[in-house]
């Protein structure tokens, strides 16, 4: 990969690679855009195939959180960190306490929070470190787990997007079909159950698909079956890059509304579901709850506070669908306007000096 050609053609700031031998840390953080203030994005573990792939996995997913947080209206930019290895077994304490002191020193540029492969421990263990890491235990008067605030939001986007398809928001009857029962998809399934849907679930851990079909009498399929099941909703909730040119032809559902990040492959997925008249719920916007919860920790926490925010991906959703009806275009390049627009508005109006700038951190690190 030619990086900092990647980097000059998407504007990415900064791409920092750390290493600790004696932990075994190999980790990788990207920082996309900070226009809206410090970049704030989760840590994944992951056991990536090499050392491309692990990179251009955090520049994805960094350019992804600049997206989403400039689209929930948040005042932050957007980063993102993976660290290779396997979260079941390459885990230890001095592991994230050296990840912690490398985020220390970007000095505030960059916050962390869990995501895929990483918990509220392993975010109390970088806590020791540095003062920028949120999703932290609560006893520390921080948010703890996003995954739930996140299945909240996703399940309220979802709604938003079945009135657009459907006419109506009720999920009651649907078929939804779940890829992953993770610690999101679990909690979002919950919802769903509750409001009377019908599940059909898929994971590579068994031990995941079998609480589903215990708990809310989900049907268990196998992995590639999930994208040609007979229903109304696929909910991808895994990892990123299923909508695309082998799943395309297998969906009949009439809407796309899940958890996971950069759920389309490429921007042409998005061209191609729009033209069949999918209505797909861009991956950014109605998973943004957990962030949404996580920054909330930067003005002291407030669950209310945060939960009021998260239930406008309703109508964050709604906005979207809007804007593509509206002009006649793919709701990924409605989201994708809404969020530029944002940052370039922020840009410009940035014209003025002041003495003492008000850091979001400000009240964090005491200045
Ligand atoms: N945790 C959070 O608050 C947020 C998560 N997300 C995204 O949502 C997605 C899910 O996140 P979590 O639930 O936290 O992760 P998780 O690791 O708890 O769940 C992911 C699940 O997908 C399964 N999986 C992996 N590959 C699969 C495949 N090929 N087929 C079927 N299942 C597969 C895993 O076994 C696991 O159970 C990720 O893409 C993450 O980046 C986005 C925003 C916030
Ligand atoms: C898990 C969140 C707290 C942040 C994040 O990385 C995301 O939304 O993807």
Not at 90 to 101: I, L, P, S
Not at 276 to 298: F, Q, R, S, W
Request: glycine content about 8%; aromatic content about 8%.
């Amino acid at each position: 990969m030619e990086i900092f050609k990647y980097m000059e053609t998407y504007d990415y700031e900064q791409l920092v690679i750390c290493q600790d031998k004696q932990s075994g840390l190999k980790a990788i953080i990207c920082i996309h855009d900070t226009t809206l203030g410090p970049a704030l994005g989760g840590t994944r573990m992951w056991t990536y195939e090499n050392e491309d792939a692990a990179i251009e996995d955090a520049l994805r997913l960094a350019k992804g959180m600049t997206y989403k947080n400039a689209a929930a209206g948040l005042n932050l930019g957007g980063g993102k960190t993976v660290i290779i290895g396997d979260p079941r077994k390459d885990k230890n304490e001095e592991m994230f306490r050296a990840f912690g002191r490398y985020i220390q020193g970007l000095n505030g540029r960059y916050i962390t929070a869990e995501d895929v492969g990483t918990t509220v421990a392993d975010m109390d263990l970088i806590r020791q470190e540095t003062e920028f890491v949120t999703g932290v235990s609560p006893a520390f008067g921080s948010s703890g787990n996003p995954s739930p605030v996140t299945a909240y939001g996703v399940y309220r986007g979802m709604k938003a997007a079945a009135k657009e398809a459907f006419g109506t928001d009720s999920l009651e009857g649907k078929v939804i079909a779940v890829q992953g029962v993770g610690n999101v998809a679990y909690n979002m399934c919950k919802h769903l159950h509750e409001e009377g849907a019908q599940l059909i679930v898929t994971d590579i851990n068994k031990e995941a698909v079998q609480r589903a079909v215990e708990e809310f009498g989900a049907k268990a399929v196998d992995t590639e079956e999930i994208y040609s099941v007979d229903c109304d909703i696929y909910a991808p909730c895994a990892l990123g890059a299923t909508i695309n040119d082998e799943t395309i032809p297998q969906l009949k559902a009439k809407v796309i509304a899940g958890a996971a990040n950069n759920q389309l492959k490429d921007v042409k997925h998005g061209d191609i579901i729009h033209e069949m008249g999918i209505v797909y719920a861009p991956d950014y916007v109605i998973n943004a709850g957990g962030v949404i919860n996580v920054a909330d920790e930067l003005n002291g926490y407030n669950h209310d506070r945060a939960m009021k925010k998260v239930e406008l991906i309703y109508d964050n959703i709604a906005r979207v669908c809007e804007i593509s009806k509206r002009d006649s275009i793919p709701t990924y390049v409605a989201a994708d306007r809404l969020a530029e627009e944002r940052i370039e508005r922020n840009k410009n109006s940035r014209s003025q000096f002041l003495l003492n700038d008000r850091h979001i951190l400000s009240d964090r690190i005491g200045q």
